[in-house]
């Protein structure tokens, strides 16, 4: 029979795989392809298109509407890659997510990818709350960058970029070296909403709209749109970093509120945990479950048994007994002021030094990854 350790590894393995198939985003269709984009089956073959559908996408939403008295019906289909599945800080560098939205009343189609910048970077969870991103110093970015925007073409022809970076004047290296791949790509910088775009997109080519007309007149439908693409983008960063994405109050209202702004904050703070916490277990469950990482039943030794050294409770420990003395010095004060005065200092001074320690040496305390090692860049 199995030893103990291994029976407790085969209960970590199963509840994985329950993980992932409980989680939000599996979609199933019998009569239409989900994970091909209309562009893409349209040069395929028939017979292609007659196998067997078996897709799942990360996220789905279809729509009736009705301008100008005229009635389509519309989707907003999301794709996450699955060469590069993951959580939030274990994939960096190479995420792209595939948006799709067809439309009944034409038979047209807009689509977009987003994803990070296209360089070989990561940026580890370290217990801080904005960790910092590492450069690979070892690599060729521009060639895998210029290889990435070639395969782009293949797969959906002539490519109009968005650059969404914050803060765009530090990136002028970054756009100088787009400009030295060509003319074929069109580059803006662009600070506001991607759905602003796709609304024009359906007002320019379904001709719904009159002659005037504007669709930000069509309020029922301009909010049910917005909404549409606020769910979207809860959907895909429920899957990506933990809770529902951010600023959704002013994608769908246009402004910031007050719910919305408390709500950013509940969600920062629970993907501050999940980031440092949880997201080693749920990137080992999709790791498993792509079979990214194989269990070798001929042998039971697995990467889950990774025993931590004494800093991963000692100072914890350490720090949460002077942070303890010291409230108790506070709140139970000594025969003189000085005294306790000084009973608070010490206590304080151990409890602030033993939490720069335990940041200083923030990765060893980050629940990371143990079935597929990713890549430690310098």
Request: hydrophobic letters at 40%; charged letters at 20%.
């Amino acid at each position: 029979g199995l030893h103990i350790s291994d029976m407790q590894d085969n209960k970590t393995f199963l509840s994985m795989i329950n993980s992932m198939l409980h989680a939000d985003g599996f979609y199933f269709a019998t009569d239409y392809d989900l994970t091909h984009t209309l562009q893409r089956l349209a040069n395929t073959s028939p017979e292609f298109q007659e196998m067997s559908l078996l897709e799942r996408v990360r996220f789905i939403t279809v729509k009736s509407s009705c301008i100008s008295g005229k009635l389509f019906e519309w989707s907003v289909i999301s794709r996450r890659s699955c060469f590069r599945a993951g959580v939030r800080y274990y994939v960096r560098g190479n995420l792209s997510v595939q948006d799709e939205q067809p439309k009944s009343f034409t038979g047209s189609f807009c689509r977009q990818t987003r994803g990070s910048i296209p360089f070989y970077w990561s940026q580890r969870p370290n217990l801080r709350y904005k960790p910092k991103p590492q450069i690979s110093k070892t690599v060729n970015h521009l060639d895998g960058f210029q290889r990435h925007f070639d395969s782009q073409i293949i797969l959906y022809g002539r490519q109009v970029t968005l650059n969404l970076l914050l803060g765009v004047q530090r990136y002028t290296k970054f756009t100088v070296q787009l400009d030295t791949l060509g003319s074929r790509f069109d580059i803006f910088s662009i600070q506001k909403n991607v759905h602003a775009v796709l609304i024009y997109t359906i007002e320019q080519r379904m001709g719904v709209l009159h002659i005037g007309q504007r669709i930000e007149e069509q309020t029922d439908f301009e909010k049910m749109y917005k909404n549409a693409w606020a769910d979207n983008a809860d959907a895909c960063a429920k899957q990506y970093a933990g809770t529902g994405a951010l600023k959704t109050d002013f994608t769908r209202t246009g402004k910031r509120t007050h719910w919305g702004l408390l709500m950013d904050g509940w969600n920062s703070m629970i993907r501050y945990y999940r980031n440092n916490f949880s997201d080693g277990f749920r990137q080992d469950s999709i790791d498993l479950f792509l079979g990214n990482y194989a269990v070798d039943e001929a042998d039971w030794t697995t990467p889950l048994r990774d025993p931590k050294d004494w800093k991963f409770l000692t100072l914890p420990i350490i720090m949460v007994v002077a942070f303890s003395m010291c409230i108790i010095c506070l709140l139970m004060a000594g025969d003189t002021w000085t005294e306790t005065l000084a009973y608070v200092l010490f206590w304080g001074t151990a409890s602030a030094v033993t939490g720069g320690l335990i940041l200083f040496y923030g990765r060893d305390f980050v629940d990371a990854p143990k079935l597929v090692q990713k890549e430690k860049l310098d």
